[in-house]
């Protein structure tokens, strides 16, 4: 994506379409042809040069619907990020329901929660559209594809897809087209038709005879940006017959020939610029001049992008940003190499630093790793990992630590710590502590470039997480971090949660409320660990008696979670779980059903994570489970938590939260099988828990709305089959069978 935003508050320029030329032929036949296609997909795909982006471009300028235009880069290999852009486009083409809150800076991204809300949306009645994904031959990813191949499986009826790229990721293409539910456009589709050849050599060259163009059109075989190429150096002068014979089309030198025709003819500060700059992937006026050191280049870049050459291209309606022509970037690149050798690596560290200062990461690290300058590399990463961990970029950052071999990060800490954050997010925790002590054993200037105070306190931020050595150790951790203080790590507030969370498992005598109640309010502004921190405050609350206060901690927590869009976020996968607890306290079965399912899938989500953490949950979940009288998901549940629990020795409270549970559990298990080897009913039962009460035999009627002789009855029944005369026995001996409780 052109200009890609890390920020998240400004929308990126390739979320428009591009403009339309008024002196590019008009391609009337495929334009009808796509006007016509009433299918969900169109696939345009052809080699550099065949005008793809110009014809979907001249078909959406006539097609009635409103049209969502994204052009893709690398950094859309992320499905986080190509998720945020289709949105983003789609805001301007079909109402997205909150929107604006979808994609905050320093907020985690939900794809499925994402992915749901505009399920419903493309479900409305609002009027069809068209989505342009341009340059889709960027996705590689699996995940990208899956999501690409989940937009085209849900465009609504009458609304098109368009993939526009050199090659297309597996959409089902070929089943599509023989459904008869989408059209393809290839090279030969997309080459100029001899009247389109005539039109265009008519225009530009009206002096050439019919014999030399039938040759020329012979030569280029219709590719558009050849026909193009050839009119513009045969116009510059000379002699054409002459000219005609030399074009080397035939050996594929044809790009070479028109770089000495073109390039050579501009006046030499117009090369300059050109070949200097040719080290960027995408330009404007501030950064050619950051990286040649001067100014004006800007200027030089705007009126070229405005003239008919074919060296600039602008990248939308509003001419700030450009980039080469494919057909030229790597001639003027080699240019450059072979006339100043010397200065590519300086342009391109000057070019690195300023992208890395205005938030273009991809193309600052794409800059840096180009001239092999690991410690520049390794800086600009480093700078971003907070933005990736906290907006869940979990692929960018795999992408990024993968760009960079074994042995390099084995030589640099950041690095070292940047794969082990890659790791753990990625759900190979093992992993973590080898990386951990490689980033451990190095130096590194400091302050670090995400702002931490030192590598100690960013190895303590990893470890932390990880929390492979125990509560403990995480709270150690913890301390180390928080005592950075607010600006001296991006996870201050993490780390206030996981020590006292930590604290609260190994010490019973801690006092949750009061230690949950002072993170909460510590973690403000923060959604993420707020949430949690509420979460545990409820549970504070509900282990101290108080369940106003709980109830209150949960909705505010859950509350939280649905304003941030932060629903299928796992690092909030204890609120659904408490939600379930507090949901089942207040006895709402199918309420705390649904927050099991999502805590639930939390979990799953977060294979290899931290194990504490899915114990804690389960044994919530078994918590729940048995309020709500589900006692085959409370044993599930219980059995799941206590599979985790001989990794956490100096988790006490952990312990204690399984034995009480386990404890009621078998209490259940007891009481059901003495009231089967009894055989009292279940009326008979209701009956049974009111005898221990000072209430008369006609008052328990009213209480369980019966009469006073249905009730004598019942009670008559439960002495002959529990084998006393009277009700005080029958009360006694009821507790000795574990009917009823002490």
């Not at 590719?223 to 045969?234: N, Q, V």
């Not at 303590?460 to 203080?485: D, F």
Request: charged share 25%; with cysteine.
């Amino acid at each position: 994506m052109v200009n890609a935003v890390e920020s998240g508050d400004t929308l990126p320029a390739g979320l428009r379409a591009p403009r339309v030329r008024p002196d590019q032929l008009w391609r009337a036949g495929l334009v009808d042809r796509l006007c016509d296609a009433d299918v969900q997909l169109v696939a345009v795909r052809a080699d550099a040069g065949y005008g793809k982006t110009t014809t979907v471009r001249q078909w959406i300028e006539v097609d009635p619907r409103r049209t969502a235009w994204v052009t893709l880069d690398e950094t859309d290999d992320d499905p986080v990020v190509l998720l945020r852009h289709v949105l983003h486009a789609l805001g301007g083409a079909r109402a997205v329901p909150g929107l604006d809150g979808l994609f905050r800076r320093g907020r985690p991204v939900v794809v499925a929660s994402v992915l749901q809300s505009l399920e419903q949306t493309f479900a409305g009645p609002e009027p069809a559209f068209v989505l342009v994904l341009d340059d889709v031959h960027r996705i590689s990813s699996p995940q990208a594809a899956t999501l690409l191949r989940w937009l085209v499986d849900h465009i609504p009826d009458g609304s098109t897809i368009v993939l526009v790229g050199r090659m297309l990721p597996a959409v089902h293409l070929a089943r599509r087209l023989a459904e008869g539910n989408a059209l393809e456009l290839q090279r030969a589709d997309l080459a100029f038709s001899d009247e389109e050849c005539a039109t265009v050599l008519g225009r530009a060259l009206p002096q050439l005879g019919d014999d030399d163009r039938s040759r020329l059109v012979g030569l280029t075989e219709g590719w558009p940006a050849g026909l193009y190429l050839s009119a513009l150096a045969l116009g510059a002068g000379g002699d054409i017959p002459t000219m005609l014979g030399e074009l080397p089309l035939q050996d594929r030198r044809f790009e070479a020939y028109f770089h000495e025709e073109l390039l050579h003819a501009l006046p030499p500060e117009v090369q300059d610029v050109l070949v200097r700059t040719s080290v960027l992937d995408r330009l404007s006026g501030e950064l050619c001049d950051a990286v040649l050191g001067c100014e004006g280049s800007g200027a030089i870049i705007e009126r070229l992008a405005a003239s008919d050459n074919l060296f600039v291209v602008a990248l939308d309606d509003e001419p700030s940003w450009f980039r080469y022509h494919h057909l030229f970037a790597d001639l003027l690149l080699a240019e450059l190499r072979s006339a100043r050798p010397a200065e590519e690596e300086v342009l391109r560290r000057r070019a690195a630093r300023w992208l890395s200062l205005h938030r273009h990461a991809d193309a600052a690290v794409r800059q840096a790793q180009s001239v092999g300058d690991l410690d520049l590399t390794a800086e600009i990463m480093f700078r971003y990992l907070p933005d990736l961990v906290l907006g869940g970029r979990v692929h960018t950052l795999a992408r990024w630590v993968d760009s960079c071999p074994t042995e390099e990060r084995r030589r640099h800490p950041l690095l070292a710590l940047l794969a082990g954050w890659s790791a753990l997010l990625g759900g190979d925790g093992d992993e973590v502590p080898h990386w951990l002590a490689v980033a451990a054993a190095g130096a590194v200037p400091e302050p670090l470039p995400d702002g931490t105070v030192s590598l100690e306190v960013a190895c303590a931020a990893l470890a932390m997480v990880q929390s492979g050595s125990g509560v403990k150790e995480t709270a150690a951790n913890a301390r180390i971090v928080r005592a950075a203080g607010p600006s001296g790590s991006p996870f201050w507030s993490s780390a206030s949660l996981l020590e006292a969370v930590a604290t609260r498992l190994a010490d019973r005598g801690a006092d949750p409320v009061a230690m949950f109640r002072a993170v909460e309010f510590a973690t403000r502004g923060d959604p993420v660990v707020h949430a949690v921190a509420l979460a545990h405050l409820a549970m504070g609350s509900f282990a101290c008696g108080d369940d106003v206060a709980g109830q209150d901690a949960v909705a505010r927590a859950v509350e939280e979670v649905r304003a941030n869009r932060l629903d299928d976020y796992p690092l909030i996968v204890i609120v659904p779980a408490v939600e379930a607890l507090a949901a089942a306290r207040r006895g709402d079965a199918p309420a705390s059903v649904l927050a099991t399912r999502r805590a639930v899938g939390l979990v799953e989500s977060m294979q290899g994570g931290v194990p504490r953490g899915a114990c804690h949950v389960h044994v919530l979940l078994a918590d729940a489970a048995l309020r709500t009288g589900d006692h085959v998901a409370a044993a599930e549940h219980l059995a799941e938590a206590s599979r985790y629990l001989p990794g956490e020795p100096d988790a006490v409270v952990l312990w204690d939260l399984v034995d009480e549970v386990r404890e009621r559990l078998g209490a259940v298990d007891r009481h059901r099988e003495a009231t089967a080897q009894v055989g009292l009913t279940e009326a008979e039962l209701r009956v049974l828990d009111k005898l221990p009460t000072h209430l008369s035999l006609e008052e328990i009627g009213r209480e369980l709305y019966v009469s006073r002789n249905t009730v004598k009855s019942h009670a008559i029944a439960i002495y002959r089959k529990l084998g006393v005369a009277g009700r005080s026995a029958a009360v006694d001996r009821a507790r000795e069978l574990g009917l009823l409780g002490g």
